[in-house]
Structure formats: structure tokens, C-alpha cells
């Protein structure tokens, strides 16, 4: 689940602190045990620890925190905030940057409690979000910025289109106001979802009857794509025809990267992955 917000964070730091809140009182207090501190290194996410994050996401003008949990093998549970100060100077030179929070979870967290539990969770989440756009779905889970990991994921990434890739910094960015792309949960706030004529305007768009469209407080939506996300499979015919069609209704406000691009990923492959939904 992540979210982008077009607020600086001293605007945000209340909201994000009630969303990391909802969060753990979903997964529970302890799916979360390590937190990041300024050199990257890992610190146990005890009462000290604690202590730390609280004063990161009380700073007056910018805040990063990044916690998982405790598992040597994999980051089955994350938090990543990029609470940035959007002032004009900074904006002069990232004229389309973001602040960004998000959250992740294991896909056996949603096989055992359920896919109705989880998009609560995320409505729940976002309630107390200003976001311009957020997602929730499948993702790669990984850290393209190692060495050979791209290299992995680039061999599965067009074949299992409804995967997401871990962009958060980059995209946060250069997201602005734009929409990242169809994702099982795709959440729209303003303004592009009053220039789709609105939550009304929107469904009347959307034609497949397994996609529904909710409306939420502040004038914001979020489109659900089915009872339960998926990953599709190119080779099995299985090419996600309602993320297809949501994804050609935003089309004209769908985030597009610029030409170059980092984390180990070649500029025209990830492009055409970034289309997957359009081509």
C-alpha cells in the first residue's frame, strides 16, 4: 500500500503517525522490530527505538523512517515514510516531488485473515491520508538496488503484469499530482479524480462488473479490480482485462518517467513495463 501526498510533511506528520497506528493495530505491535537509522544500518525497534521514530515524525520540516521486522530471510512487513519539506526552493529544482508513506504486508497475511480484512485495512489507512493517488496490490519484494536483483525481476516483471515494482523513493520524486497506474486497489484523490467527473463520473467508465468504485471523504475514490488482487500470466492468457480497462480510462493522467531511469533498470524496458497495461 503506498501513498503520495502533495504536502510537505510538517502538513502530514499527524496523519502519517495515525496511519502507522492503524497499521500495527491491524498486523499486530510486533510485526514490526527494526528501524534504519541515518548511516542505513539496522537498530532494534524497541522503547529507545521507538523514542527515535516518534521524534523523526515529529521534526518540524522533513522526516524518513524505514522499519520491518525482525525475519532474516525476508522484509514480510515494512514501513517506509518520505516526508518531504516542499518549499519553493526545493520545488525549483523537483518540481513534481512528493511526500510518500508506504505499507507492506505478507500475501499469508492475506491468505489467512482475507482480502475484505486487507482493503479495509487500506481504507482505513488512507482515511487519514491527504493523497493525491495511492496503490494497493502485489509487489515484487526486493531491493532492486542490488546487484543482480533487477536483472532477476526483469525476467518475470511482463509476464506477471498485476506485480508492482518498490519504487517508492523514485517515484515519490516525480509522481505530482498523476495517478501511478491500475493496481488491484487504486486510490484517487484530487485532482484528477473531479476531471474524471467524480466517483459517479468514473464508474460510469468502467464496464467489467467485477470492478467496483467507492467513494471516500474529502472527494477522493478507490477502484477495487476484483475480490482479490492478482498477479496475471502473459503465457497463461491471464492478462488482467480490468486492469487494462482502468488503466486506458486514466491514461491521460497516468504517471510517465522520464527517459532515464535508476535502480538498475534499462530505460526502454521500463518504459514498456510501465505501458504493460496500455499496449
Not at 55 to 78: I, M
Not at 81 to 90: A, K, T, V
Not at 157 to 184: A, F, T
Not at 210 to 223: C, D
Request: glycine residues 8%.
Amino acid at each position: 500500500m503506498t501513498f503520495y501526498m502533495r504536502h510537505s510533511h510538517a502538513e502530514i506528520s499527524r496523519a502519517v503517525s495515525q496511519s502507522l497506528e492503524t497499521f500495527l493495530r491491524a498486523v499486530g505491535a510486533d510485526a514490526l522490530g527494526l528501524y534504519a537509522d541515518e548511516a542505513g544500518d539496522w537498530q532494534l525497534l524497541d522503547d529507545t527505538g521507538w523514542s527515535v521514530i516518534r521524534d523523526r515524525l515529529n521534526h518540524p520540516r522533513r522526516s524518513y523512517a524505514k522499519l520491518t521486522d525482525t525475519s532474516d530471510v525476508e522484509d514480510r512487513y515494512r514501513f517506509t515514510y518520505e516526508g518531504r519539506w516542499l518549499d519553493p526552493s526545493f520545488l525549483e529544482t523537483e518540481p513534481d516531488a512528493t511526500s510518500a508513506v508506504s505499507f507492506w504486508l505478507p500475501t499469508e497475511y492475506l491468505e489467512e485473515h482475507g482480502p475484505e480484512r486487507v482493503r479495509n485495512m487500506a481504507i482505513e489507512i488512507a482515511s487519514a491520508l491527504p493523497f493525491c493517488s495511492g496503490n494497493a496490490g502485489l509487489s515484487f519484494n526486493c531491493d532492486l538496488g542490488l546487484m543482480g536483483v533487477a536483472r532477476e525481476v526483469r525476467k518475470l516483471w511482463m509476464r506477471y503484469p498485476g506485480m508492482d515494482l518498490p519504487l517508492l523513493h523514485w517515484n515519490s520524486l516525480r509522481m505530482g499530482s498523476r495517478v501511478r497506474g491500475p493496481s488491484w486497489l487504486t486510490f484517487l484523490g484530487q485532482p484528477v479524480l473531479g476531471e474524471l467527473g467524480g466517483t459517479v463520473g468514473l464508474q460510469a467508465r468502467l464496464r467489467s462488473p467485477r470492478t467496483t468504485v467507492q467513494a471516500l471523504e474529502g472527494n477522493r475514490g478507490v477502484v477495487t479490480l476484483g475480490a482479490w488482487p492478482e498477479a496475471g500470466d502473459t503465457q497463461q492468457g491471464q492478462i488482467l482485462p480490468e486492469y487494462r480497462e482502468l488503466a486506458h480510462v486514466l491514461e491521460p493522467w497516468l504517471f510517465r518517467p522520464p527517459p532515464t531511469h535508476g535502480e538498475n533498470l534499462p530505460p526502454d524496458e521500463f518504459l514498456r513495463w510501465e505501458r504493460r497495461f496500455l499496449e
